[in-house]
């Protein structure tokens, strides 16, 4: 049986208008700022009216580690949204903004899929509301400032070697990741060496998703570190004077974006950091500003649990006083039989053992989830390929470790398919049985925070660090830095640092490369291996598919 592309099923969506979608949750056609018919900001005068409100449940989505069979994180996402409202609940869903680099590149976009999509998806998977590249501007802007006051005179006596503010493009462009700019003689300053992360990596996208609001965002930007003195004491964003001028621009986008799945139910896309070097988790503005509409929330977090989910509870959880009610974690009969060893041209054939002997890497996630006092739910993500004797032999394992897995059937389905889901998570969310609690307290010193997340939720044996990076790390608590979160930044595949190595392993280590200072955005960035942020296009791109038809539709998105 042939099945309709993502974008085929996305043009034939009928949508309604924003206002009504809006409606849905109280939001009256003047609080909300159309781009056209189907999408729409909504106004920080009607987020403000609103805070005196009770929050809803907040029910947050992750997922085993990534695997090239592919686990459907966002499309559970978007068909968990839809069975809640299908069964009755007043439920909005929460989810990053997507990149077009990827979208050119390899990965595709982030919009759902099957018929549990977001719509209208091309226009995310594209330029949507602006806010990405108002996010390029106003980093590009502190660039230049930056690169202007050394021009003139360097009152602020800058190590021009010790720049650590890059340039960003929201492009997957390997031939920018390291340059030398300002050649060419006295006129275009002084030579020294840069380079370009993707937008997605920018300290500014964090600050973005993490400020409460517009006096929070300029207070956050200000206290960016963007370069260093002689000395080696910090140069600050605001010293430069580019907060101002960066809020002014980043103002609309600070505002969330509404708009609607296929089932005509409310969606808030808003922002959307790197999940390595940054949180991965849609905006604290989105998410919180839902809470407020909605009974049900359904967000999610980048890559697997052992680094989306991690970072959502430790860091933005931490940061927005949110607390999930419940946890839902996506797996895959063909992600477990790879994670047993099955090559992907192989998992179309049934394969029990494989099954089981995958398994463990979805133990370890529930495992890894309930150490933070919430309770977990496995969704079953239903590929057509799977047998009967591989789903139960998925379900059989999750209750030998205490939790239950629900198949979902929401790609073929949509919320017909994910109302038993929907039904099993609001149960368990309306119970009132989550008490979580963040893995480590502020007060822990910053490698100790590491050691923690490296032992109890890679279960590595040691984390390796040379002296300067640990004297680096006492020097920033002794600069009043230390009650900040760590944000690993390692491989998404695996829990340990080796790509390679898939299942649930033990008795490795976590070697520390380096650690960065996000002041503004408030976390320790903890590099472990080789963490690209700036990516390159595949040998074949998917831009090379990309084409608008002879009616003038875009073909080739997914």
Not at 243 to 256: C, E, F, S
Not at 521 to 547: D, K, Q, W, Y
Request: charged share 20%; with cysteine; hydrophobic share 40%.
């Amino acid at each position: 049986m042939a099945y309709k592309t993502d974008i085929e099923i996305a043009r034939e969506a009928s949508k309604l208008p924003i206002q009504e979608i809006g409606a849905k949750l109280g939001i009256g056609t003047d609080d909300l700022l159309p781009f056209g018919h189907d999408k729409a900001k909504v106004s920080q005068s009607f987020i403000d009216s609103v805070q005196d409100r009770k929050n809803g449940k907040l029910v947050l989505v992750t997922a085993i580690n990534p695997t090239p069979a592919g686990e459907g994180k966002t499309t559970t996402t978007v068909g968990l949204g839809d069975g809640l409202n299908r069964i009755g609940k007043n439920a909005c869903v929460c989810i990053r903004e997507a990149s077009l680099g990827p979208n050119f590149g390899m990965k595709g976009g982030a919009a759902g899929g099957g018929y549990a999509q977001i719509v209208p998806m091309e226009d995310m998977n594209l330029h949507f509301t602006g806010d990405f590249h108002a996010i390029t501007s106003a980093h590009s802007l502190l660039s230049a400032m930056i690169d202007n006051h050394i021009y003139w005179g360097n009152d602020l006596e800058i190590d021009v070697r010790r720049v650590v503010w890059r340039r960003v493009v929201d492009m997957n462009d390997r031939a920018l990741r390291q340059i030398t700019a300002s050649l060419g003689g006295v006129a275009n300053g002084f030579p020294r060496e840069a380079g370009f992360d993707i937008t997605v990596a920018s300290e500014v996208m964090a600050i973005l998703c993490l400020a409460r609001n517009l006096t929070d965002l300029q207070e956050r930007l200000g206290n960016m570190i963007v370069a260093y003195r002689r000395d080696r004491t910090p140069v600050y964003c605001r010293d430069i004077k580019a907060d101002g001028a960066m809020t002014v621009l980043l103002k609309d986008a600070m505002q969330p974006n509404l708009v609607q799945t296929l089932e005509n139910n409310p969606a808030f896309v808003h922002g959307g950091p790197f999940a390595n070097i940054a949180h991965g988790c849609n905006s604290v503005m989105a998410t919180t500003t839902a809470l407020k509409l909605a009974d049900f929330v359904v967000t999610e977090a980048g890559f697997g649990a052992d680094l989306g989910a991690e970072k959502f509870l430790n860091i933005k959880c931490r940061k927005a006083g949110l607390a999930p009610d419940c946890v839902v974690l996506v797996a895959t009969v063909r992600a477990m039989k790879m994670n047993g060893g099955i090559a992907k041209a192989d998992l179309g054939a049934e394969n029990v053992d494989a099954v089981k002997a995958g398994c463990p890497n979805l133990g370890r996630h529930i495992s890894n989830l309930k150490g933070f006092g919430v309770p977990v739910v496995v969704a079953i993500n239903h590929f057509v390929t799977d047998t009967d004797a591989e789903v139960q032999a998925v379900k059989d394992y999750v209750a030998a470790q205490g939790s239950e897995a629900i198949v979902s059937q929401h790609w073929e389905f949509g919320s017909k398919g994910s109302e038993a889901l929907a039904t099993r998570v609001a149960q368990i969310a309306e119970s009132g049985a989550s008490q979580f609690a963040p893995l480590y307290p502020d007060e822990m010193p910053l490698f100790e925070k590491i050691e923690t997340i490296a032992k109890r939720i890679y279960r590595a044996d040691e984390v390796l660090a040379d002296k300067k990076i640990r004297d680096q790390l006492r020097l920033w608590e002794e600069q009043g830095y230390g009650d900040l979160p760590v944000c690993m930044a390692k491989t998404q595949y695996s829990f340990s640092t080796d790509p390679n190595l898939r299942g649930a392993p033990t008795g490795h280590s976590v070697p520390v490369r380096e650690v960065r200072l996000s002041a503004g955005a408030g976390f320790v960035v903890v590099v472990c291996g080789e963490i690209m942020t700036m990516p390159g296009l595949p040998r074949v791109p998917s831009a090379e598919n990309i084409h608008l038809n002879e009616a003038g539709q875009i073909e080739g998105l997914f």
